[in-house]
């Protein structure tokens, strides 16, 4: 597996709930998945607090509120994203 995905998310989240459920058969055999409780770490509850969910693949930016699936594609594939 190559590329690492990772989730910023807080317990209750609706709409983190949703997209987890939404990206994880994507992601089958194509990375990993971590989801990150933003509300564990003071750093990462000042950047967050409102855009969760967030996801993020190797460290760079995808997505927030909502999956875009053609982004998250063509960040698993190593394309840069392009209009």
């Given amino acids: ?12 989240c609706h ?9 994880e058969p994507l992601l089958r055999g194509k990375a990993t998945l971590e989801v990150r409780n933003i509300d564990s770490r003071a750093d990462w509850h000042a950047k967050y607090d409102t855009r969760v969910p967030v996801v993020e693949v190797d460290g760079r930016f995808i997505c927030e509120h909502r999956l875009e699936r053609a982004a998250l594609r063509r960040a698993l594939s ?3 994203c392009q209009p």
Avoid at 1 to 12: H, V
């Fill in 15 to 23: 709409l983190c709930e949703q997209l987890i459920e939404e990206i």
């Fill in 1 to 12: 597996m190559g590329s690492s995905i990772q989730i910023y998310s807080r317990p209750g």
């Fill in 78 to 80: 190593g394309t840069e």
